[in-house]
């Protein structure tokens, strides 16, 4: 079998460059102006928007949400190209939204039947602390009168006897510690509520950022293409 051997003509080397390069920059425009959705789950609502990987929203386009083929919420996006629409009851698949400019972009997202199943968990458990229990406080004194000691004012004690001396006064008890207010525990929808609204302009950003990545690699496309035709000419005007 004969090398391979670079054609010499340079008009059928660059032919099938051309055509490629020409499907590419054809394509290019569509690539810069297709469009996405983004859309997130947001309390007992369903909020999103659309957008084109250039830069802009669809206003005013129609958007249609469905369930295991079936519509369940149409309209159309506000000025700013968004949508939203109440989680539907009861939710038996996942949730696909499209969007469509009726110029030739369509495009659609899903949310997964998970992320729409309204959570289970019951709330925790509130049991007010106990009050801390004081000592037992001392009563007063039962003890009658000393026998040694005088009966009565006036009466003299007999020689050689002191009177017995009086009961200490019983010491005041110390304050309790004020018993703690029950604090209701967060439930497991509010946990995941406020879950979502912190994580739902990452995935915002990485969805807009994954749009704008297919049209880097495409322009990287182009540039390997132009750096290959460059190659290949120069080895052949290097040979004799």
């Known amino acids: 079998m004969p090398p391979f ?24 425009p569509a690539a810069a102006h ?4 983004f859309a997130r789950l947001e309390g007992d609502q369903i909020s999103g928007y659309g957008f084109f990987i250039g830069g802009g929203r669809p206003r005013d386009v129609e958007w249609v949400a469905q369930m295991g083929g079936a519509p369940l919420a149409r309209g159309r996006t506000d000025a700013e190209g968004a949508f939203r629409f109440p989680v539907p009851e009861p ?3 996942d949730l696909k939204i499209t969007v469509n400019t009726a110029e030739g972009h369509i495009a659609s997202t899903t949310l997964a039947q998970s992320r729409l199943l309204p ?21 007063p004194s039962t003890t009658g009168p000393s ?17 017995a001396p009086a009961a200490p006064a019983p010491a005041a008890p110390p304050p309790t ?48 293409i132009f750096g290959i035709a460059g190659m290949l000419l120069w080895a052949r005007s290097r040979r004799p």
Do not use: F
Request: glycine share 8%.
């Open 34 to 37: 297709a469009l996405r959705v």
């Open 177 to 224: 510690a004020p018993a703690q207010p029950a604090t209701a525990q967060p439930t497991t929808a509010e946990i995941e509520r406020a879950v979502a609204a912190q994580v739902a302009p990452v995935l915002e950003r990485l969805e807009q950022m994954d749009a704008r990545m297919r049209l880097t690699d495409l322009v990287a496309g182009l540039s390997l």
């Open 119 to 139: 959570a289970q968990g019951a709330p925790g458990a509130t049991t007010p602390s106990a009050q801390l229990p004081g000592p037992a406080t001392t009563g």
């Open 147 to 163: 026998t040694t000691g005088p009966a009565y004012p006036g009466q003299i004690a007999p020689q050689g006897l002191r009177p």
């Open 91 to 93: 939710v038996t698949g």
């Open 5 to 28: 051997a670079l054609p010499r003509s340079p008009a059928l080397l660059l032919a099938p460059l051309l055509i490629l390069l020409l499907a590419l920059v054809s394509a290019s």
